[in-house]
């Protein structure tokens, strides 16, 4: 008897495209099995999952939410996930944790977007998936064209198990094609279903479909197989064997169907999870990375020594912060001590619980396979692992998508500062996706993240939950200036009045410099025109005008500047005069040096269908972007592309349009290059500043 709770349990992540019915499956799941006493609502802001107000104000699922629940015997944990792109970091993250997937389709759209791509998500995580076709009940809703467009997306080996009795607004059951039998559904309340015969017309299409799925069960027992050509009756528990083999092992995807928000069809959504999906003992030893990054096994084996790994972080102002974890290996117990292996941190567990929603049903202890949560650890963050001895393991970092769309923010008021510094940063913990920081050369605060709606809802947390108003805008293209001919000047700092005066003079010459090495500095006075304890001063005050160019005001770079000459005065010299007339000499010796702007370039990676392509680099030329390349990549296409960073600001939207928001990007940056002279005279205007010497 190695693995008690591990044989029990079943972990599924409920996931698909936005508005296919996750959350509302989720509920009527939760309904059915009896954890709930009543189906709430996605409409009323009552369901289990999406408990946060900005989902319900919003009617979509921001972040991950964790139901577990017992049923037939089983503990069921069923993580509701996000289908919105901007949120993929939950979807990710359930997963991972996560030994089987329901894919959750609409029954009127079929295969979209984001299925796709959560799809193929599972498919890496190599987990047993199930798919439920929704909203059968909606106009146009056609179960056996949305079964077509998942046999054309997924392969031949997504295969019913059920089909449905009516459509739209008459569909009323539900046909089993392993047992032949037929269940009609009233009213939503819990037990809704009834067994009847299968209706007459619906016979020969029930026996076709039976046939379909006979087919593909035979296909995974040579023996089952030989019983089955032979005419030879199969009985249930033989056929659901060899189906959960298939299913675990990712070679056949049942496919059921109902109508989530009338609880039609739930029920047998249920006993599938129980009867088809593998248990964290059956899926057996999962892999991470052991000494060395090398890899290792961990087996689901309760009595062996913890370890569990923390996939999301909620940041609770009141709370605290809550860790949820999946105990991979051993078991986590109430008041015990724990190592976080990852910061190497020691941590103590008070009192875990299991989730529902945003509630916790405290527990003394979790198991291998168990999903738990736990507050107040000190450190502890999302991503990390927690053994009960030293132990070198971690997990793979989750595969997530670049922060692209970036703004800059100020607080809205001086108060706000200290409380929006606390805000991002909890924020930040809850967020992979999110980054925040100080742009080293504009000085400006940005928070990034995948979309503007990322954004947005980032922007109001800060609000709700931690009392920070903040505003944001466009952040500043970081341009730099240089210079692309020698030039030379002289300067003096003379000052008379009355008592003791100022007095400096200094000859420069200046030339472009070496790539990157900002100022070169070199000395080249002879003798005592300038006695050396002021030449410090000189360079500083060049290293001062650099800090704004006379084209727009921005950073100058890679100037070298020779110190050739200049005069000093024995009382009226200092160390000021000598910054304030290496300051005056720069300028205008720069004035001469055909001085021009400069933009950084980034290096864009853009990942969309083929069919796209086209449009994706017609766009990239329209905004000064040169491909440099393209490739096929995970089922798709991968384009390369240098591109001018002002271009990149508002591409997001753009591509969203452009692709019906099939595509993504991420970008690096390259290097620095001359604004061409018709732009650089419009970011001169821009700037305020300009002497119209704008190359
Ligand atoms: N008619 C009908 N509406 C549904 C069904 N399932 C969900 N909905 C509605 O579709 C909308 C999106 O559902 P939700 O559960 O939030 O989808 P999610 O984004 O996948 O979580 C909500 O207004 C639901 O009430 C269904 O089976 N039939
Ligand atoms: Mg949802």
């Known amino acids: 008897m190695p693995h008690k709770a591990a044989d029990r349990i079943r972990n599924v992540a409920l996931i698909g495209h936005r508005g296919c019915g996750k959350t509302s499956l989720h509920e009527a799941l939760l309904f059915e099995a009896g954890a709930t006493r009543r189906l709430g609502s996605v409409a009323d802001g009552s369901t ?85 076709v929704n909203m059968l009940d909606r106009e146009r809703a056609d179960f056996f064209a949305v079964l077509d467009s998942l046999k054309g997306a997924f392969g031949p080996h997504v295969v019913a198990t059920e089909i449905p ?77 060899v189906l959960k083999q298939g299913v675990t092992a990712g070679r056949i995807f049942p496919v059921t169907c109902g109508v989530a928000t009338r609880n039609l069809g739930t029920n047998r959504l249920l006993g599938a999870l129980v009867e088809d999906l593998p248990s964290p003992a059956m899926r ?17 084996d309760e009595d062996g020594p913890l370890v569990a790994y923390v996939f999301k972080t909620l940041a609770d102002p009141y709370a605290g912060r809550i860790n949820l974890f999946r105990v991979y290996r051993g078991t986590l117990r109430a008041d015990s001590h724990v190592i976080n292996v990852t910061r190497q941190e020691k941590e103590r567990v008070g009192q875990p619980g299991r989730p529902l929603g945003s509630e916790l049903a405290a527990v ?43 703004f800059a923010y100020e607080p809205k008021s001086k108060g706000d500062e200290e409380k929006a510094a ?11 996706t999110l980054d925040v920081h100080r742009d080293p ?69 200046i030339e472009p410099g070496e790539d990157g090495v900002g100022l070169e500095f070199v000395n080249q006075i002879r003798g005592a025109a300038i006695p050396g304890s002021y030449i410090p001063a000189v360079e500083k005050g060049i290293a001062e005008a650099m800090l704004h160019g006379t084209v727009a005001g921005y950073p100058v770079k890679d100037v070298r500047v020779r110190l050739v000459d200049g005069k000093h005065h024995d009382v009226d010299s200092s160390e000021m005069a000598f910054k304030l007339a290496g300051s005056m000499a720069f300028r205008e010796a720069m004035e001469g040096a055909e001085p021009v702007l400069l933009e950084p370039i980034v290096r864009l990676t853009v990942s969309c269908p083929e069919d796209v392509v086209g449009d994706v ?68 205007a821009e700037s305020g500043a300009g002497t119209g010497a704008a190359a």
């Not at 459509?167 to 269940?183: M, S, W």
């Not at 999962?286 to 961990?298: D, R």
């Not at 805000?423 to 913990?429: G, I, N, Q, S």
């Not at 000085?443 to 980032?458: D, M, N, P, R, S």
């Open 422 to 432: 606390t805000a991002v940063r909890r924020l930040r913990e809850e967020d992979p």
């Open 284 to 300: 057996g030893a999962v892999a991470a990375l052991g000494e060395g990054g090398e890899p290792v096994e961990v087996e689901p």
């Open 48 to 132: 289990v999952s999406d408990s946060e107000p900005d989902e319900q104000a919003r009617q979509m699922s921001i972040g991950a939410s964790v139901a577990g629940f017992e049923h037939d015997g089983r503990e069921i944990n069923l993580i509701d996930t996000p289908g919105e792109p901007s949120f993929v970091a939950d979807a990710v993250a359930a997963l991972r944790v996560a030994d089987a997937a329901v894919l959750a389709v609409n029954g009127v759209a079929g295969v979209e977007v984001q299925t796709e791509r959560l799809w193929r998500r599972a498919d890496a995580e190599g987990l047993a998936r199930l798919v439920f």
């Open 441 to 509: 050369q504009t000085g400006e605060q940005i928070v990034a993240g995948l979309t503007q709606v990322h954004v947005e809802v980032i922007v109001e947390r800060m609000r709700r939950r931690f009392g920070a108003e903040i505003e944001l805008h466009p952040p500043r293209v970081p341009y730099q200036e240089t210079i692309r001919r020698p030039a030379e000047a002289h300067a003096r700092y003379k000052k008379q009045s009355g008592g003791r005066g100022q007095f400096a003079d200094c000859r420069i010459e």
């Open 165 to 241: 009795i009516g459509a739209e607004r008459e569909v009323r059951g539900v046909i089993d094609l392993i047992d032949l039998e037929a269940f009609v559904y009233e009213g939503a309340g819990r037990g809704n279903a009834t067994k009847v015969e299968i209706p007459e017309e619906l016979r020969p299409r029930a026996e076709e479909y039976r046939e379909k799925l006979m087919d593909e069960v035979a296909e995974n027992s040579d023996e089952l197989m030989e019983r089955y050509l032979d005419g030879e009756e199969i009985d249930h528990a033989e056929i659901v064997g």
């Open 617 to 684: 680099i017609g766009d990239l030329n329209s905004r000064r972007g040169h491909p440099l390349g393209m490739e096929p990549k995970g089922g798709g296409t991968e384009v390369r592309a240098e591109m001018p960073m002002a271009e990149v600001l508002d591409y997001a939207p753009d591509l969203r349009s452009i692709s019906g928001g099939r595509a993504e990007f991420t970008v690096e940056f390259e290097r620095y290059e001359p604004v061409p002279s018709h732009l650089a005279e419009r970011v001169v």
């Open 364 to 406: 003394s202890e979790l198991g291998a396979g168990e999903i738990g949560a736990v507050a107040k650890l000190k450190q502890t963050q999302a991503g990390d692992v927690l053994c009960e001895r030293q132990e070198a393991i971690a997990f793979a970092p989750l595969d997530l998508p670049a922060p692209v769309m970036a």
